[in-house]
Every structure is written in C-alpha cells, then in structure tokens.
C-alpha cells in the first residue's frame, strides 16, 4: 500500500467556500451519506453512528459520474490537494501489523465541539484506498483488539466506478502503544457523542496552493465566483478548465 501523492474531491462552490474560509475539511457521519449501505459490521453494528468519513479519489481523469453526482451536476467543482492535507504532528505512517495509514493530528484545533461537551479528535485513518465486493460485511474485533483498519474500507461492488480513497475518524478506537494495537472505548460505544459531522483542521499552507478544475457545465459567472474565490482564500492557488468543457450535457 502506498499513499497517492494527490487527490481529487468533487463538490459545490458552496463547500468550496466553506473548505477554504474556514481552512478545515468536513467527515460525514457514516450513517447519514448516500450509500444507505455503508459499513456493515457484523460483531459491532452501532458503530456505524460514530464513524465519520471524507471521500476522495486518486484518479486524475475526470469521471463524468463524480461531476454528477457531487458537483452540482457538472456545475460544481473540483478540488486537487496533497495527501498530506491535515494540520498535523508529522508525517503519516503505518503500524506494521495494520494495513493502514494513520495520521497523528495531535493538535488543539482538533477538539470538537459535541453535544455540549468536547472531543479530542487525536487521530484519523487514509488515505485508504477502497475495495469493492458483492458482500462489505466485515467482523473487526479479536479478543481485546479492534481492527480499525478493517471499518468503512470495503463497499458494494455497484460502487467501484468512485474509485474511491477515503479519510476516517473512528473516535472509539483507541491506540494502545504497548501492545501496538487499538483498543475499543466500550463507555464511548454505550453513549456515544454522535455529531452528524466532525470539522477538521486542513494545512493552511497546502490550501493555499489548491488547484481547483471548474465543473464542465460551470457558468462564466460560477468561474468568477470560483475566481474571487482563491483571490481571497488562496492567492497561490489556480483555476482551470475541465478536460470535458463543451463535450458533455449533464
């Protein structure tokens, strides 16, 4: 497994707007995205409610499905950063005995606020690339240890044309350093703080150098708007057109 220098994020300007003004990265509670399928934990059902994702892809080609169904059907946009995004401690890096990459956040801007109270997010799963199966149920406890690396990264094979990274949080998986594995936070899972997001805070100085390709159904005035935009929020950053422009109707 090696972790793709770049990756590719489809979306509104609206999101865009808000990625870049507030310079964090929003996760999705899994239980609330448009795959009504997603995770299928066998042994551990209820975590589907406290795992949180954000979903890219690798693929530096264009897909015309992405552009519809993310980018506000073609008018939208996307968005081309570093995968080592996050405003973090170091450099991602893999445990031996997990086929995962995780990344150390180890920051004060990542305590969230839930439920009136707040959480320390210390950590998060990705880029990890996604399998495709006819069957995504998987079991991910073994005696003590949760196989974390083992949630959110296997979905139905309908789904294969997203070829998809992703970044997870799993707030109840904890890392035990002496026995080199994770651990599940049993009080968390029995109340758990379940936000129906988690904002986390991206690299200012990555963002600043975003490149940002507009949807190829994009308007001359959604370009001036994505323009504006990255004069504002990322004086480094540029604005291209779509290899699709003037090709397709969606």
């Known amino acids: 497994m090696t972790i793709p220098k770049y990756l590719y994020h489809y979306t509104s300007i609206e999101n865009l707007a808000l990625i870049l003004g507030n310079r964090t990265l929003r996760f999705s509670r899994t239980d609330l995205v448009n795959d009504l399928e997603e995770i299928n934990i066998t042994d551990l059902p209820e975590i589907k409610k406290a795992v949180y994702i954000s979903c890219w892809t690798a693929s530096e080609k264009e897909s015309i499905p992405l552009w519809n169904l993310y980018a506000s059907k073609a008018k939208g946009v996307r968005i081309k950063l570093p995968s080592n995004m996050f405003l973090r401690s170091m450099e991602p890096y893999k445990v031996d005995n997990i086929d995962c990459y995780i990344v150390n956040l180890m920051s004060l801007h990542n305590i969230v606020e839930c439920e009136n109270d707040n959480q320390w ?15 995504n149920a998987v079991a991910v406890l073994n005696e003590d240890k949760l196989e974390a690396h083992k949630i959110g990264t296997v979905k139905l094979d309908h789904w294969a044309f997203e070829k998809e990274h992703r970044f997870l949080i799993i707030p109840d998986a904890l890392w035990n350093p002496e026995k080199e594995h994770f651990i599940l936070d049993r009080n968390y899972i029995s109340n758990p703080k379940i936000n129906v997001f988690i904002d986390i805070s ?36 540029t604005v291209v057109e779509s290899k699709l422009k003037d090709r397709i109707r969606l």
């Open 121 to 135: 997010i210390p950590y998060l799963f990705g880029p990890v690339q996604i399998s495709y199966d006819a069957d």
């Open 202 to 237: 991206l690299d200012p100085k990555v963002l600043d150098s975003i490149e940002v390709t507009l949807g190829p159904s994009a308007t001359e005035a959604e370009k001036c708007i994505v323009t504006s935009l990255l004069e504002t929020f990322a004086k480094k950053g």
